[in-house]
Nanobody
Framework: QVTLVESGGGLVQDGGSLRLSCAAS?????????MAWFRQAPGKEREFVAAIGWTADYTHYADSVKGRFTISKDDSKNTMYLDMDRLRAADTAVYFC?????????????????WGQGTQVTVSS
């Protein structure tokens, strides 16, 4: 069983920066090909933020974060990161990392079978 653990959330002022981490573990993790960040604000549906290939070199971003957020990974640590710059109040949400065995439909949360517990990001205006 694969386990994902997020960290790095917190309170930041408008225009500030945060780095989120997602550590993966488990004997079957090598079977997963893509990892992603989603977020969910109160009263809203979970939405795609960014994704990165675990066995291939590619990244994808939601239009709302393109140019402000950067997704990356450290293969030696089985850890994925999300560097968030120029944060806005609209970025306030619980951020989840997830992983999938299917690269296609990477924006669709339904295709991700493993999820972390989430970490709160709050941007004060």
């Amino acid at each position: 069983q694969v386990t994902l653990v997020e960290s790095g959330g917190g309170l930041v002022q408008d225009g500030g920066s945060l780095r989120l981490s997602c550590a993966a573990s488990g004997p079957t993790f090598r079977h997963y090909v893509i990892m992603a960040w989603f977020r969910q604000a109160p009263g809203k549906e979970r939405e795609f933020v960014a994704a990165i290939g675990w066995t291939a070199d590619y990244t994808h971003y939601a239009d709302s974060v393109k140019g402000r957020f950067t997704i990356s990974k450290d293969d030696s640590k089985n850890t994925m990161y999300l560097d968030m710059d120029r944060l806005r109040a609209a970025d306030t949400a619980v951020y989840f990392c997830a992983t999938s065995r299917v690269r296609d439909y990477y924006t669709d949360a339904a295709y991700y079978g493993i999820w972390g517990q989430g970490t709160q990001v709050t941007v004060s205006s």
